[in-house]
Each structure stands twice: as structure tokens, then as C-alpha cells.
């Protein structure tokens, strides 16, 4: 765990639909052809800190058929036009059994001296 601020440009970008679905906290993951970090690295977006709690190596219709939800996908159909969207390729065209990185993330919250020390 090396719990590095994320801040080179090559560091987790967004698409602006993306950006909205992980502000709102409907994504909580995002897949990308390699790792980008290490588990405790943290990022902003839209003024908000997340950190990384696992990135998983896995293939890309593994993360199809069991993690888009955690996309923010309502379906395994939905998430591959999307990842198609992002790196310009058409379904027929994707290799679903490419090796790809699942970063998995949440949102760091304030601390809250209120609540007893706990976290909102």
C-alpha cells in the first residue's frame, strides 16, 4: 500500500458521464488496460477524495459478467458498449478475454468529531 495522491495526467481520468455516475456514487469501480496506482493511492474528482481498495487483474469479460454493477452498468451489455466508447472499438471487434486491471475505490469521507470519531 503506498497511499500516494494520484496526480500525474496518466492517473485515473473520467469520461464526464463516468465522472457523474462515481460523484453519485453509483460507480465504484473502473477497468482499465493496466494498473494505474497501488491499493491506498488516493485521486479527487469533482472535489471529492477516493482511494483505491483493491485492483484486481482479471479479464474483461469477467468484469462484464460479474463487476457492472460496481461500473455503474445496469448490465454486462451496457458496460461493454461503454468500454467500447472509451478506447474506440466496436463489440464485434472487442477481445473479452483481454487481461485488464478492476480498480476498485471509495469515497474518504470527513471526519466528523460529532459522530463520535466516526467517519460520516
Wanted: charged share 20%.
Amino acid at each position: 500500500m503506498s497511499g500516494a495522491v494520484l496526480t500525474h495526467p496518466s492517473d485515473l481520468r473520467f469520461t464526464p458521464r463516468n465522472a457523474i455516475l462515481v460523484q453519485c456514487g453509483l460507480k465504484l469501480a473502473t477497468t482499465r488496460r493496466s494498473a494505474h496506482g497501488s491499493v491506498g493511492d488516493e485521486f479527487e474528482l469533482g472535489g471529492t477524495r477516493f482511494y483505491i481498495r483493491a485492483i484486481i487483474e482479471t479479464t474483461l469479460w469477467r468484469v462484464a459478467e460479474e463487476a457492472y454493477l460496481l461500473e455503474g452498468e445496469p448490465s454486462p451489455g451496457y458496460f461493454l458498449d461503454e468500454w467500447c466508447r472509451c478506447y474506440g472499438t466496436t463489440v464485434d471487434q472487442v477481445d473479452v478475454h483481454q487481461r485488464v486491471f478492476l480498480h476498485v475505490f471509495s469515497a474518504i469521507y470527513p471526519f466528523v468529531p460529532a459522530l463520535g470519531g466516526r467517519r460520516a
